[in-house]
């Protein structure tokens, strides 16, 4: 799949695409990743990208044109003129879950665009933009975050990228397949700081450390998300073992 990245920061987005477990599905192309700098396609001396607001008020406002054109060079470069998502990145957009992770992945790509200032004239959000995604209700300076988020979130549900364990750590994470959140981890050494690491763990015994995994994170998900446990109840997803567990600790 190809996304390509309207950003007025591309340089920001270099070293997230050459680090860490994702960088092999970016090298590859797997995961095509491809910038565009409206800049690159602004006029006049000073290529001006935003201009003060109509009708007054604080900030700047990125220009329909300089978007519209680099917009334009993307859909053409993929020769695709037609049929591609262009995703505006928008603290009033819809908020990124798995659910929407997971449709990014299976499909084709999408034009990614992160806006800067205080807005985007809204021609060209009106004109061009299919779809608006936020990362949840806190503010920040600009999409190019959000943008790589939901990058990294589709990078690692590329087949591979998670090497071996890949689709175990994928299922496990993947609340339509399960829906918990995750248990605690340790590692060595067995006492740190005077605190051990809990017995059944040590135990290898692995029905026993699966039923103590599996009934930490009911304990932590009922405490912590108990939304997530009736949306799995409804689902015949708890055992009787679970609910046994979770009546013990309620
Ligand atoms: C006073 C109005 N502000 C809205 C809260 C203006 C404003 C602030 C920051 C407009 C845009 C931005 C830049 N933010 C994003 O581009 C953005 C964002 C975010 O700020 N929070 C969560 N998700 C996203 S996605 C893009």
């Not at 607001?53 to 053409?76: H, T």
């Not at 993929?78 to 505006?88: A, C, I, K, N």
């Not at 939901?150 to 364990?165: S, T, Y």
């Not at 006492?191 to 059944?200: E, H, I, N």
Request: aromatic share 8%; charged share 25%; hydrophobic share 40%.
């Amino acid at each position: 799949m190809r996304f390509d990245v309207i950003t007025l920061f591309p340089e920001l987005f270099k070293p997230f695409l050459e680090s860490g477990v994702t960088r092999r599905a970016y090298a590859s192309g797997q995961v095509e990743v491809v910038l565009w700098n409206p800049r690159d396609f602004a006029e006049g001396n000073y290529r001006r990208v935003d201009d003060r607001p109509f009708g007054g008020g604080p900030g700047m406002v990125m220009m329909a044109e300089p978007l519209a054109a680099s917009l334009d060079a993307a859909l053409a470069a993929r020769g695709q003129p037609h049929g591609v998502p262009v995703v505006l990145f928008s603290p009033i957009g819809e908020a990124l879950r798995h659910e929407g992770v997971a449709g990014w992945a299976a499909g084709e790509g999408a034009v990614l665009v992160c806006g800067r200032y205080e807005g985007i004239d809204q021609r060209f959000i009106d004109q061009r933009v299919t779809h608006q995604i936020s990362l949840g209700d806190f503010v920040l300076s600009g999409g190019e975050i959000p943008a790589m988020a939901l990058l990294d979130a589709v990078a690692r549900l590329q087949p591979g990228v998670l090497g071996d364990e890949g689709s175990h750590v994928q299922d496990s994470f993947n609340p339509a397949l399960d829906g918990l959140l995750d248990c605690p981890h340790y590692t060595r050494p067995e006492v740190w700081q005077g605190v051990s690491v809990p017995g059944a763990l040590l135990s290898g015994h692995h029905a026993q450390i699966e039923r103590w995994r599996r009934d930490q994170r009911l304990r932590l998900t009922a405490e912590r998300r108990p939304d997530l446990i009736e949306a799995a109840r409804s689902q015949g997803r708890l055992s009787r073992a679970d609910e046994t567990a979770l009546s013990k600790k309620l």
